[in-house]
């Protein structure tokens, strides 16, 4: 949000925390808010009633009259880093409805025309996109203050370590494994320390514990589907699953390297902003 707020400064960013001010001054110190606003609310009397939900599960956003032009953009729950591209598509339509000056506007200019790729335009794009394979790497998280989660988390990156170097699905199904495993783990200590009201009302919308729960079930998804696209791949190569022809086509088998790029960014993105919350609910050595 802050890097956002830097980018168009003609737009109001507000990060509210649901929760207590002390987890706005958490956030404050873990995003370091300058040209967006950090606020929460005081009380649930003041909480938005028939709408609203945390920022994972979208945003809302308003015109400058305070009317809604959306009470929930696409959630980042659902569709990962590619769910802010939608508030960026609807901040650019309002800000371009707003623009004074429309004999310049012209309805088709935002539209690029296609072009027809050539050789020399495809070579460096497959340049690009072997540096950017090279670059992929997974780094340990840094510590959530929970020791047992922490190595956990250590487990997890050198499982996804292995998925990178191989691209084998056998290393897939062991990052799945590690996962679940992990997850499992966390959530029983979240529910046991009633983190981010876990144990509430489950129609809660605003619980941290449900919204992370769900950042669980999204990474997995990612992991499931290709998982799936492969046994799929497999069986249609041998025509019947199981078989000793299916475990080659399996082992032969390379997992996309988008789908790793979109595993290392998911798991690095939710221990820093998830799991990094929990830490002064649940003590150091809960297990
Ligand atoms: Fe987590």
Known sequence: MESWAQKRPNVQYLCVCVDSQGVAFQFQQMFGFQHAKNCWIPDRRYFPVGYGQLGCSGFVISDEDGLFVSRKTTSYLNYGEKAFDDVDDILDKLLEKKKDNKENYSPTSSVTPLKTENREEKAPKRQKKEEEEKKMEIEVPKSVGVDSMDEDHEECAVAIALLIKTRSVDALQTVSQQLIHHFNEEEELMQKHNFGNANDDPSNEFS?????????????????????AVALVSSACCGAKGTSTCETTKKLAKVDTQVIKEIVEAFSNHTEKYDSLYGHVIPSNAS
């Open 208 to 228: 941290a514990y449900r919204n992370h729960v769900k950042d669980h079930k999204r990474i997995l998804e990612i992991i499931n589907r290709e998982i799936n």
